[in-house]
């Protein structure tokens, strides 16, 4: 029967196909996860030792601010060989049992020691730095032409007045969550984990509700009441951009908007109540080896010739205006330029704790500050209660 | 060309093309160790080739494509979902047991530094084909080892070179470098362990990195031994190792844990607290929404029915639009409209209503937004339940002296509840489940304060057990998430059954 026929000529087919079903990877390729938007730099990054070696590096952007999904894909045999991620996730991942220490390819010499607190855990290193971004004071030179606020009295009193005159609708635009106001945090004495030479290994002492910060908490109420702080909490980006406010938080990721709006800005550091300057967070992007990758020899040697290379780490930065973790590619970056104050900046941040409680801290902070923003609870009281549900969530008390 | 054979043709073409394409799911899923989902797709194929190879047509040839999505979408999710919720699946247990030690063990190397590298050689066994290593190590003879075993040898001296490489074992093969590249996956994940705790690993092609662990693990005892501080790690009922001090190893692997994950949500407090709350907030949701969408399509339709109404086409159209619209993209508009102060909402009202950072108000957004959504279709069900009334009992009623109220209460009221019954518990089963309304608009609100899963005001059941799931941040536990889904089926299915048996009481309403 012609139908049989076709049956038969449909096994043949299917025979041949099964047949030449190759193994998933080749020999001499390996795969990397990247962030979404950087695949153009890792590729051309990667070009010349590809071709050298005849390994061809498969970039693939599959990562954004968490650990690329790797809890559940590397055991289950589906991750890559190599992804990047940021140092915070490093304690996880490190739980999980998903990532390879890489303590015997780390040249700690290049990097700054902040850097490598940043991706150290259990006193063995799991990444390898490239970069290092933070977010900084932006003064819209048009509504301040004096520029950049040398000291907190400065940026108080130029957005009070010009909120008052109606030039602006809030003084500082942010997003009024733990990682951005944390230079507030910071400069009126707050804390999250001790910081101890770099590390943060001691999370039975939690710093949201610190002596320091009781005193000073209410100074918060006071800016958030004087608009300072915009309460509806929806970091409305065109406040900054039509120039209805003096200043902005932003990051390296935000720079490109604001070059499209055609603004005039000026990066800075963010100065603290009491003089000096205060500390925002820093995150470092570390190339880490998934434990079950399918391609460790040529990983390790992509490693170790390529991604630990200053060339390298200018390459990635410049694509993203962030700053190398590299040090001697970070000495060459042009300090007037804007990944350069960034950079400045960031000298004096801290990294953000990379121990896994700190999935814990988040949300209890986000949470307080939500229902300060709101004016559920004053922020003494919000912080108070953050930290002491928190302090029970950890089993501290 | 003849359309018959044409078209023949081309259907042959496409079913058996169709049967290729599941054949090498099917193959591609054994090599990725899936079996149930590769035997599905194997006897899919064979089952449609041979249901539709059959020239006479028969009820399977209808019903073999639901029934086989139904499988793969609903029943095969369903048990996935119910064996997930007996494990303690979430960050930390996705590993087996096995590669959480490995990588306990691994994770605790303490390097050892040599005068020279240690260099090896690939070798293959004559007869089981496996892949052997041969190095040199503090000792006068050489190591053979495949991972597993490991033994003493000394090869004839007339067979070693000067630098120390072998040409000539008995019984085996040594490997050229470039046969070496070829066993690269074998070599990778080759550990090779002397008695004397030593471990030795394959760094590239040719040295071995030299290494103490501090862990030991003893697979007898099924405990892992710190060789540094003597204490030992036994597993607990949590899939992870535990010392008697209470200190816990990771990572940890993923354990059946039985009840346990049900029984968490009645005896932990941190899960019992808000999950109560969200409870009563998806009911209310649900009734509220279906009783008030149902009321406000009703009137609209009862409206409609008057003759005298004109440019009924207009209102029609807009009647429709928010149900014509993409429910993502309005749910997304509508959140930004909420936005207080700033919001569109409050600025034409000149109000200042919190909208989506209080719990209350935003409990009274998310209905208004999804009412909004909903009326289109309760006025199109009831404005066809309407006309489906026969006049000739309306007449009969006029003619019998009834009232405009008492016509409506006795006789179109009933009718049309009875017409659209079914509808509306299919309607509450569906609006028990709106994810999409609460997780667009609010993101399950408000979060309280004091809660563990990041629950908040306007979080319904399934809202609440997907950030559970999939917000990394809480730690991704699919295990309890599982459970609260069989919860979650549970509820909805009990309702829809109830709310049905419900209905056929209504058919004696004649």
Known sequence: MKLHRLGVGLLGVSLAFFGSMAPAQAAGSITVWVNSGEEASYKAASAAWSAKTGVTVNIVAKCGLGDCGMSKLGPAGAGPDLFTASHDNTGSLVKSGVVTSLSSVVKKASYPSAVLSGITFNYQQWGIPIAVSNIALATNLSLVPAGAPKTWKELESTATSLISSGKANVGIVTHLDGYFMQPFFDSIGGYVFQNKNGSYTNTKQVGLYSKSLAKNASLMDTWLQKKIFDKSNTYDGSNFTNGKAPYSLVGPWSIAGLDKAGMKYEISSIPSINGGTARSFSGVTAVYMNRYAKNKFLAKQYLVEVVQSAAFSKAITAANNSYPANIEAASSIDPSSVAGKFGAYGAVCIPMPNVSEMNQVWTYWNNAFADWASGKAKFGAAMESASKNLNKALGNS | ????????????????????????????????????????????????????????????????????????????????????????????????????????????????????????????????????????????????????????????????????????????????????????????????????????????????????????????????????????????????????????????????????????????????????????????????????????????????????????????????????????????????????????????????????????????????????????????????????????????????????????????????????????????????????????????????????????????????????????????????ASALSILNFLIVGLISIYGLKKMKTMEGIN
Request: glycine share 6%; net charge neutral; no cysteine.
């Open chain 2, 1 to 480: 060309m003849n359309i018959k054979a044409v078209s023949k043709g081309s259907k042959y073409l496409f079913a058996f093309g169709f049967i290729l394409i599941l054949l090498v799911m099917g193959t591609k899923l054994y090599q990725d160790k899936a079996w149930f989902l590769a035997i599905f797709f194997y006897v899919s194929a064979a089952l449609i080739f041979y249901t539709y190879s059959i020239s006479k047509s028969t009820p399977a040839k209808y019903l073999l494509p639901g029934v086989l999505l139904l499988t793969l979408f609903h029943i095969y999710p369903a048990f996935y979902s119910g064996a997930v919720a007996f494990t303690n699946d979430s960050n930390g247990h996705q590993l087996t047991k096995d590669q959480a030690i490995a990588a306990i063990v691994q994770d605790s190397k303490i390097p050892i530094a040599t005068q020279e590298p240690v260099k090896y050689q690939t070798l293959i066994e004559e007869g089981s084909k496996k892949v052997f290593v041969l190095f040199k190590y503090e000792s006068e003879n050489y190591w053979l080892s495949d991972g597993n075993a490991i033994r003493s040898v000394s090869p004839d001296p007339r067979s070693v070179l000067v630098d120390g490489t072998v040409v000539k074992v008995g019984g085996f093969t040594i490997l050229s470098p470039d046969q070496t590249q070829a066993q690269i996956a074998v070599l990778q994940n080759l550990v090779i362990n002397l008695d004397s705790g030593i471990s030795f690993q394959p760094q590239d092609l040719e040295t071995l990195e030299v290494s103490q662990p501090a862990f030991m693990y003893n697979e007898a005892k099924d405990e892992l031994i710190n060789t540094l501080s003597g204490e030992s790690y036994e597993p607990n009922d949590n899939g992870q190792m535990v010392s008697k001090s209470g200190e816990v190893l990771y990572p940890g692997w993923k354990a059946n844990i039985g009840w346990r994950n049900f029984s968490s949500i009645i005896t932990d407090k941190e899960i019992r607290r808000p999950l109560l709350a969200v409870l009563v907030w998806t009911f209310a949701n649900a009734f509220l929404l279906v009783l008030i969408s149902f009321l406000m399509g009703l009137v609209l339709a009862l409206i409609f029915n008057f003759p005298a109404l004109r440019s009924k086409r207009f209102y029609r159209t807009i009647f429709i639009i928010p149900m014509a619209i993409p429910s993502v993209l309005s749910l997304l508009v509508w959140s930004g409209l909420f936005t207080a102060e700033t919001g569109v909402i409050d600025r034409l009202f000149h109000i200042s209503i919190p909208w989506l950072t209080h719990p209350w108000w935003a409990r009274v957004a998310v209905l208004i937004v999804e009412l909004w959504i909903t009326f289109p279709y309760m006025f199109l069900i009831t404005t066809g339940a309407i006309q489906a009334i026969p006049g000739e009992i309306l007449e009969a009623a006029a003619i019998d002296g009834a009232s405009p109220a008492k016509s409506f209460t006795q006789i179109k009221l009933p009718l049309v509840v009875r017409t659209v019954a079914p509808l509306l518990v299919a309607s509450v089963a569906m609006a028990l489940n709106n994810f999409g309304a609460i997780y667009l608009l609010t993101g399950g609100g408000p979060t309280f304060s004091n809660s563990n899963g990041n629950a908040g005001a306007t979080d319904i059941l399934i809202s609440y057990t997907y950030k559970l799931a999939f917000n990394s941040q809480e730690g991704n536990n699919y295990g309890l």
